[in-house]
């Protein structure tokens, strides 16, 4: 498949080198405001492939993304993050406006895929102004967050993250909802799991962990100035179960019709992602108190989308 990346920072550029490791791509077009360093990345990137796959990559502009299968937006206005993605909403926002009638004019038939931040609400402005079906416009969304609760879990009861089945549902960002109910080990709930283990979950645990689970993103990029290598790995995954058709559930998010009484909203659930893009989407059974944590996430992402659209 052939696949365009907008933007050839470090998530752009991180994100094309683990495509070629994976073998999902049989071309790539790395596409930036800056073409020097978009063409440096792609010679980078090229070269690595001739060590693990057959693909090409170049530089190029909005027009070379013609009959890619995948758009993948990762662009950003450089501007700081705080402990709040959507401090990031209107400069970023105004690049989207920009760029996606170029990817929808010249990639018509491609699903496009945001890691802009905040990536929820840019998901919802990219299928407004693209006009493509709701489930061919994806965000990262809780892909990353995922796997950060399922790898401390894994730690906290030395098993395999790929062992731990739990999720990180709502908005990718402060609001998201880090849930207890729905996780388990073994096909135990994790609770009965714990005491299985001797690990008995209290309270104060399960805060802390939640709120490590939220703030992961903002303590890597307060130590480094930046996160690519989580982001990348998160997209190549969604990539790789739309090239290969895989059918695979993952906490992307797409707008939503209807969650908890809010409509037409944008965060991440439980959907099946394939080549017709990400479909299916659910709430899953949750507990009261965590019925109200989503339905604030949505809440909060319903005023975010009201806001940029005002811009």
Not at 197 to 212: E, G, I, T, V, Y
Request: with cysteine; net charge neutral; hydrophobic share 45%.
């Amino acid at each position: 498949m052939k696949i365009g990346i907008i933007g050839a920072g470090f998530v752009g550029s991180t994100t094309a080198y683990t495509l070629v490791v994976k073998g999902l791509a049989q071309e790539i077009v790395l596409v930036d405001i800056n073409g020097v360093k978009a063409e440096a990345e792609a010679l980078d990137v090229l070269h690595a492939a001739a060590l693990n796959s057959e693909c090409k990559i170049y530089n190029g502009t909005y027009a070379d993304l013609k009959g890619a299968g995948i758009v993948i937006i990762t662009v950003d206005s450089q501007k700081a993050l705080t402990d709040n993605r959507l401090v990031l909403l209107e400069s970023n926002a105004k690049i989207l406006k920009q760029i996606v009638p170029l990817i929808a004019e010249n990639a018509p038939e491609c699903i496009i895929l945001l890691a802009t931040n905040p990536v929820d609400v840019m998901t919802a402005l990219a299928l407004k102004i693209s006009g493509f079906a709701k489930e061919k416009v994806i965000g990262s969304g809780t892909v990353l967050d995922t796997a950060r609760y399922r790898t401390m879990l894994g730690e906290y009861f030395n098993v395999s993250p790929q062992s731990v089945h739990a999720y990180v549902l709502g908005e990718h960002g402060s609001s998201s909802l880090v849930s207890w109910s729905t996780a388990s080990v073994g096909g135990l709930a994790l609770e009965k799991y714990a005491l299985k283990s001797d690990k008995p979950l209290n309270d104060a645990f399960k805060k802390q962990m939640s709120a490590d689970v939220i703030d992961a993103g903002f303590k890597i990029y307060r130590g480094k100035k930046a996160t690519y290598y989580g982001i990348a790995a998160s997209l190549v995954k969604i990539c790789g179960a739309i090239v290969k058709n895989e059918r695979r559930e993952l906490t992307v998010s797409v707008v939503q019709d209807n969650v908890c009484g809010v409509k037409n909203v944008p965060l991440s659930l439980p959907a099946i992602v394939g080549q017709d893009g990400a479909v299916h989407a659910v709430v899953p059974e949750l507990n009261a108190e965590e019925e109200q944590i989503l339905k604030h996430s949505a809440e909060v992402m319903a005023k975010a989308v009201d806001e940029v659209l005002k811009i």
